[in-house]
């Protein structure tokens, strides 16, 4: 089982436990999500020490304070490692007041076109800005050659088929389980088996109301996806797997 989207770096977890938790739990490979470079560093030093984790290279909306020519230098630099299997997080972000739109849509622009020029895919943080996150897809659609993720996706089922219209993957976490989350289960049902995937966002968002979130916790999200898609256990694994090797071409 996978988990593309996760966060280790100063989240306080105890290693080599953690590790080891997370391996006899079934979870085999683990993609660490950058929301800062200085996070994206921490993760490439321990995807080079263990097994089966990998990182993206990016930075998130909410964090562009001095994002500029350096920044992108730096996100070219990270994605050369081996390891680097997308830019990411990146996107848009307006839940919080008086959210910079304009740096947040350069930004956004900016680190896509890293992501093209190097043949990377893409994983996408959006939050409250749909309408902008799609504008600015379909202003890159044909360039990007290796495909996005829309990690953590919120916006309900109507909205998916205009993402799906440009190539997109989407990732489902533990609100999935919840027994309220009715538009994220309808979302779930909506997507394709072969545009599915499955994430945690730890240590955010546990299936565990009240508890820490943990790559560990994938089989328990991945039996809750099959649920609502109406299909067996092993053939949602088995769709993940094949999803995560086509979109993420440098897992190994």
């Not at 938790?21 to 996070?39: M, P, S």
């Not at 993402?163 to 309220?180: D, I, M, P, R």
Request: hydrophobic fraction near 40%; glycine fraction near 6%.
């Amino acid at each position: 089982m996978i988990d593309v989207h996760a966060h280790f770096a100063d989240e306080g977890y105890d290693f080599p436990a953690e590790w080891e938790k997370i391996k006899a739990a079934g979870v085999r490979t683990v993609i660490l999500a950058a929301d800062t470079l200085e996070h994206a560093a921490w993760h490439a030093k321990f995807c080079k020490e263990h097994e089966g984790a990998f990182f993206t290279v990016g930075v998130h909306p909410s964090e562009l304070k001095n994002f500029g020519r350096e920044t992108v230098e730096t996100i070219e630099e990270g994605a050369a490692d081996e390891k680097c299997v997308a830019v990411g997080e990146i996107g848009l972000d307006y839940h919080y007041p008086d959210p910079d739109k304009t740096a947040q849509r350069a930004a956004f622009e900016a680190q896509l076109t890293v992501a093209e020029e190097l043949s990377l895919p893409v994983q996408i943080h959006s939050r409250d800005a749909c309408a902008d996150t799609l504008a600015i897809l379909r202003e890159h659609f044909g360039r990007m050659k290796r495909g996005f993720l829309m990690h953590c996706y919120s916006y309900g089922a109507e909205n998916l088929p205009e993402f799906l219209e440009l190539g997109a993957y989407f990732s489902f976490g533990g609100v999935a389980c919840f027994k309220n989350a009715r538009r994220v289960a309808e979302s779930v049902r909506a997507c394709p088996i072969d545009r599915i995937l499955s994430e945690t966002d730890s240590p955010y968002l546990s299936p565990f109301r009240g508890e820490k979130n943990t790559p560990a916790n994938i089989p328990v999200i991945v039996e809750k996806l099959a649920e609502l898609k109406g299909v067996s256990l092993f053939e949602t694994i088995e769709a993940i797997r094949e999803n995560a090797a086509r979109l993420f071409s440098k897992l190994k």
